[in-house]
């Protein structure tokens, strides 16, 4: 994938011109570390960061609709990866559209020269990018249909900030790391699914899902192009069986284009396996040769206690699904210490407190992976699409007044200082966004009871709880230079299943039973019938002493800024009573709550951050 950034400004600063750009562009080397450029008018900037997947030799950018031989009319920093590229060149060929590179760049520009701000309906892929029309004196921001690609923007009084990392726009003088009572709120009441488009600092916003952010000097709008509304389904059940196979086919056929090295990330469930057996599949029908795979895994790890999120080790799976399929896996076997070594990566790659040691394994996997591979296949998303998670199957967790990941569950929240909380207000908070999102819920004619509730949690989990899957995949990713592809992202697919009835998606209540029907003759026994299981937390002893020492250490430090949010006496009593601190993810993790204070404080120390 690239990075892009650059601001408009119809009262331009001369003191904000090539160096800032090229700042803020520097920001987003580990995005694309194979070309930079920028370009500049005096009214817009982009900067651009790119990682070469398709036509290496080409696509250079920012790029124009005229080349270097005159001047623009459109101007172009794109993030992303077209798949129906080969289509829409061809149909804009035929229209009149001669095309200087091989790149999928070139074809979203002429896509846009041709179809005007209607062009991101016609497309299938994954992006987000910033297109400057200099005769019309407007910006469009676009972000693809579920937002696998980020894309950041802070308006100010006079245009806007843009980038694909906070980092970025960060590196603008006009913006400034701020957190006021809606960003303590989203990083202590809603840490496993922060509200969509809300960018943590004060003032920054993420272009959403399926929309696109119009700038002009008199306003600023955002529409939407996309959005997966459910149709009513009179498919039969071996229709819906058949079309699910052949539409996940299609799309993981579509990604398996590139000009660099691919893989398969394979954890040996259904999702994973899925994937690297289509994939595989269509690498021996074109002739090519066996596709690699990888997996993490944790020295003990087969020796831990299963739960309701981790039913179990995944070695023996991936070695049955590696075997079946016939893929060239390694497994990454990380010990504590490069866990420890690898939290400030983390936290520089994602700009926000994240999920701690999980998200320090993914960045260590991916390093690994970067060294053999530039892109590589992921099975995230079949869960929310298919209804995999235990949230769909429990009854008291479907039947709350609340997003169903936080029945029974106790936030970070709990830790806030009295005078803090009265201020913030969390669980107010967190019942104006559930509201929010169940206003927001299309329906179907004649849907009532558990249907209706289903198609609600459904729309939520597609949401609220993917997004933040999706950007710590993409940002950890991306800091190795890595760009991992969500074929059960494809808005095809997306589409379909949301207008599919529960029973046919769990028949006989097998969650993800349509899905694991569909992929059954690929995939041995055991994994196709695998329960669902989380992706692996460490057993490490060593990483849970240290981060505990580091804890008392904050608890010494008079000065230490996550006191200023966080009731010093409340961590004081926890930990003297070996009681675990309540983390920002769901899924059992003893280490999580710790991890997660000692982070915030990592995080507003390194990014100097003001409460307001």
Sequence with gaps: MCGVTGWTDWEPDGRHGEATLRAMTETLACRGPDDSGVWLSRTAALGHRRLAVIAPDGGAQPMTDTGAAAAPGLVLSYNGELYNHPELRRELASLGHAFRTRSDTEVVLRAHLQW???????????????????????????????????LFWHPHPTGVLFGSEPKAVLAHPRFRAELDAEGIAELFALPAAPTPGHGLFRGLHEVLPGRIVTVTRSATRTTRYWAPEPRPHTDDAATTLRTVRELLADTVERQLVA??????????????????????AARERA?????????????????????????????????????????????????DDDLLDARNAVLRARDRPGWGEMDASLHLLFREVRRRSTVALSGEAADEIFGGYPYFHDPKALAAGTFPWLHGRTTPAALLRPEVAAEVRPEEYTAEQYRRAIADTPRLAGESGRERRLREVFHLALTRWLPPLLERVDRVSMSVGLEVRVPFCDHRLVEYAAGVPWALKTPGGRPKGLLRDAVRDLLPPEVADRPKSGYPSTPAVRYTEVLAARARDLLADAQAPVFDLVDRERVRRALAEGRALPGPRTAPNPVGGLDHLVQIDEWLRAYRVGLR
């Excluded at 497309?123 to 690609?149: C, S």
């Excluded at 206690?305 to 399929?325: C, L, Y």
């Design 259 to 280: 000009d660099v090295p691919l893989c398969s990330l394979l954890s040996g469930g259904v999702d994973s396996s899925a994937v690297t057996a289509l994939a595989a």
């Design 116 to 150: 005007g701000a209607d062009a991101p309906r016609r497309f299938n892929g994954i992006f987000a990018y910033a297109l400057w029309d200099e005769r019309r004196q407007e910006l469009l921001l676009v972000r693809d249909h579920l937002g696998v690609k980020p």
């Design 287 to 335: 002739g090519q040769s066996k596709i690699t795979s990888f997996s993490v895994d944790f020295p003990g790890s087969e020796d831990r206690s299963p739960d309701a999120w981790r039913t179990g080790a995944d070695a023996p799976f991936v070695r049955a699904a590696s075997e079946h399929i016939g893929t060239l896996h390694t497994s990454v076997v990380i010990p």
